[in-house]
Nanobody, 129 residues
Framework: QRRLVESGGGSVQAGGSLRLACAAS???????MGWFRRFPRQFREGVAV???????NYVDSVKDRFIISKDNAKNILYLQMNNLKPEDTAMYSC????????????????????????WGEGTQVTVSS
């Protein structure tokens, strides 16, 4: 049984918006969670995280454009992406449970996959110029 299921990806033109959703099991929804992305044939990087105390961190490249949020009633993690750019094209995955790390530490963990215990399979976002 998959614990994290992403949806909402698609193809948009530059300047457009998308909202990604990550449905989580109730147990892991209460942990720190985040969004990550893997560029075509390249590395995975952190995008945004939200910790158990509600604190939020974004990487510089998405600040003022992306918004991470949680719907506690539905156990869904969202990523609202505005003013999308072609360089945002990637496979976006959600992750949960940073263990002993804070969410901020997990955002920049090396290797990336060591920051969170649970990972979704991802949803593709393609931005055309």
């Amino acid at each position: 049984q998959r614990r994290l299921v992403e949806s909402g990806g698609g193809s948009v033109q530059a300047g457009g918006s998308l909202r990604l959703a990550c449905a989580a099991s109730e147990k892991i929804f209460s942990t720190a969670m985040g969004w990550f992305r893997r560029f075509p044939r390249q590395f995975r990087e952190g995008v945004a995280v939200i910790d158990t105390d509600g604190s939020i961190n974004y990487v510089d490249s998405v600040k003022d454009r992306f918004i991470i949020s949680k719907d506690n009633a539905k156990n869904i993690l969202y990523l609202q992406m505005n003013n999308l750019k072609p360089e945002d094209t990637a496979m976006y995955s959600c992750a949960a449970d940073s263990g002993a790390m804070t969410a901020h530490e997990a955002l920049y963990a090396e290797p990336v996959e060591s920051g969170f215990l649970h990972w979704g399979e991802g949803t593709q976002v393609t931005v055309s110029s």
